[in-house]
């Protein structure tokens, strides 16, 4: 089924100006006054006049099987909603386990990408937990990167905190090779996802590996880059020498960030000023647990990520000040070229995942997902009224009735 999409202004993430989007799975063609009803085929076509055309939302770090247990089997956080992530504008996941890699398996985590793959969601997963050597499917990191279909790298690998299993440098040098080799083999980028604790070594490992071996900076991918001020500033130095770090969204909850942290809408204020915005990237966390712990290490709570923090940082940025062309690359252009993904943009050939978005205070309306041959259309909002044409008909109903 081909659609069109009428009167959007359009940001591919840069501004583009009103224009029509024509797109099945892939987008076909972006113009001015597009005249579907010359289209020698069935065509939907949705008025979006007074709505923003931006791609959908890349989030690299999901807990989409739940997370948590840091507090015991009673602190298991759960599963993942595709409700949620399309309600919040993310078109595409990457699954990740997390501290729990006993209770929680890779066989779970890649039966979950499927079933929200076949709920309208694109997702790849993370081979590995926090612990090494990781947990894997085939009993190597190589083997799972080249015959695991959505393996797309190996995480999230603690480093610098309690957690973790405090590998060498060589153990974390060897799984970072192996990645490396195994998307070599496989046509994937063979991404290394690292937590990043609140230890004093930061991401030490990082720069001895661009220092003193051949590995290309683009395979190291250090998360949670937000959880210290001076942990953000080692970050912006491993941006300024190619790599990309990721900031944890600001959760909505708090509209804070927790004691010690530094406020991911200053990280992304800084990054900009630095000339470095392209080099970050957002991810939510999503329901993976939040958990707190005394001066001893002893737990004494948790709370759990939410999908929604990614849109909520973004709009925050933007009511700072930042223009949603600068802001929105954070979610959409920089995370895809992470992944290697035909992703985040609104352009000729690019997949069909886009969010539009009302222009006054930035709600999101609907979404489009690109999944395998097939767009799927979400509906996330009935807060403005639009309508369906369909051409073989000529009937007119409304957009909600159509899934």
């Given at each position: 089924m081909i659609r069109v999409i009428k009167n959007a202004k359009i940001f591919a993430p840069k501004y583009v100006g009103k224009a029509d989007v024509v797109f099945d799975n892939k987008i076909i063609h972006i113009g001015k006054d597009i005249n579907p009803f010359f289209f020698p085929f069935e065509v939907e076509i949705y008025d979006a006049s007074g709505l923003l055309l931006l791609p959908g939302l890349i989030d690299p770090h999901v807990h989409i099987t739940g997370g948590g247990?840091?507090?015991?089997?009673?602190?298991?956080?759960?599963?993942?909603?595709?409700?949620?992530?399309?309600?919040?504008?993310?078109?595409?996941?990457?699954?990740?386990?997390?501290?729990?890699?006993?209770?929680?398996?890779?066989?779970?985590?890649?039966?979950?990408?499927?079933?929200?793959?076949?709920?309208?969601?694109?997702?790849?997963?993370?081979?590995?937990?926090?612990?090494?050597?990781?947990?894997?499917?085939?009993?190597?990191?190589?083997?799972?990167?080249?015959?695991?279909?959505?393996?797309?790298?190996?995480?999230?690998?603690?480093?610098s905190d309690h957690r973790s299993s405090h590998p060498t440098f060589e153990e974390i040098l060897r799984i970072v090779a192996d990645a490396r080799v195994g998307g070599m083999i496989s046509g994937k980028p063979g991404i290394v996802n690292f937590h990043v604790g609140a230890g004093r070594e930061g991401i030490n490992y990082l720069f001895e590996i661009i220092r003193n071996t051949e590995i290309p900076v683009q395979?190291?991918?250090p998360t949670h880059m937000n959880r210290s001020k001076w942990l953000f500033e080692q970050g912006l130095e491993f941006a300024s020498k190619g790599g990309v770090i990721d900031l944890t969204a600001l959760q909505p909850k708090y509209d804070e960030p927790c004691k010690g942290e530094f406020?991911?809408?200053?990280?992304?204020?800084?990054?900009?000023?630095?000339?470095?915005?392209?080099?970050?990237?957002?991810?939510?966390?999503?329901?993976?647990?939040?958990?707190?712990?005394?001066?001893?290490?002893?737990?004494?709570?948790?709370?759990?990520?939410?999908?929604?923090?990614?849109?909520?940082?973004?709009?925050?940025?933007?009511?700072?000040?930042?223009?949603?062309?600068?802001?929105?690359?954070?979610?959409?252009?920089?995370?895809?070229?992470?992944?290697?993904?035909?992703?985040?943009?609104?352009?000729?050939?690019?997949?069909?995942?886009?969010?539009?978005?009302?222009?006054?205070?930035?709600?999101i309306v609907s979404v489009v997902s690109k999944i395998k041959a097939r767009s799927r259309l979400f509906i996330c909002s009935f807060s403005l009224v639009h309508f369906l044409l369909n051409r073989r008909s000529g009937t007119r109903r409304s957009l909600a009735s159509v899934y």
């Amino acid at each position: 089924m081909i659609r069109v999409i009428k009167n959007a202004k359009i940001f591919a993430p840069k501004y583009v100006g009103k224009a029509d989007v024509v797109f099945d799975n892939k987008i076909i063609h972006i113009g001015k006054d597009i005249n579907p009803f010359f289209f020698p085929f069935e065509v939907e076509i949705y008025d979006a006049s007074g709505l923003l055309l931006l791609p959908g939302l890349i989030d690299p770090h999901v807990h989409i099987t739940g997370g948590g247990g840091e507090g015991g089997f009673e602190t298991r956080t759960p599963e993942l909603k595709i409700s949620d992530c399309i309600k919040n504008g993310i078109t595409t996941v990457i699954g990740c386990l997390g501290t729990d890699g006993v209770t929680r398996s890779l066989e779970n985590l890649y039966a979950k990408a499927k079933a929200l793959e076949n709920e309208g969601l694109n997702t790849f997963i993370y081979t590995g937990s926090y612990r090494v050597p990781p947990v894997t499917f085939t009993g190597s990191v190589m083997r799972d990167m080249v015959l695991i279909d959505k393996v797309i790298g190996v995480g999230e690998i603690a480093i610098s905190d309690h957690r973790s299993s405090h590998p060498t440098f060589e153990e974390i040098l060897r799984i970072v090779a192996d990645a490396r080799v195994g998307g070599m083999i496989s046509g994937k980028p063979g991404i290394v996802n690292f937590h990043v604790g609140a230890g004093r070594e930061g991401i030490n490992y990082l720069f001895e590996i661009i220092r003193n071996t051949e590995i290309p900076v683009q395979h190291l991918y250090p998360t949670h880059m937000n959880r210290s001020k001076w942990l953000f500033e080692q970050g912006l130095e491993f941006a300024s020498k190619g790599g990309v770090i990721d900031l944890t969204a600001l959760q909505p909850k708090y509209d804070e960030p927790c004691k010690g942290e530094f406020n991911t809408v200053d990280a992304i204020f800084k990054a900009y000023e630095n000339e470095l915005l392209r080099n970050i990237t957002i991810s939510s966390d999503g329901q993976g647990s939040l958990p707190k712990f005394d001066e001893m290490g002893n737990f004494v709570g948790l709370d759990v990520g939410s999908v929604s923090s990614v849109w909520h940082t973004i709009c925050k940025v933007v009511g700072k000040g930042l223009p949603l062309e600068e802001a929105i690359q954070v979610s959409t252009i920089n995370p895809a070229k992470v992944f290697r993904l035909n992703k985040g943009r609104v352009e000729r050939g690019y997949d069909a995942d886009f969010i539009l978005v009302n222009e006054e205070n930035l709600e999101i309306v609907s979404v489009v997902s690109k999944i395998k041959a097939r767009s799927r259309l979400f509906i996330c909002s009935f807060s403005l009224v639009h309508f369906l044409l369909n051409r073989r008909s000529g009937t007119r109903r409304s957009l909600a009735s159509v899934y």
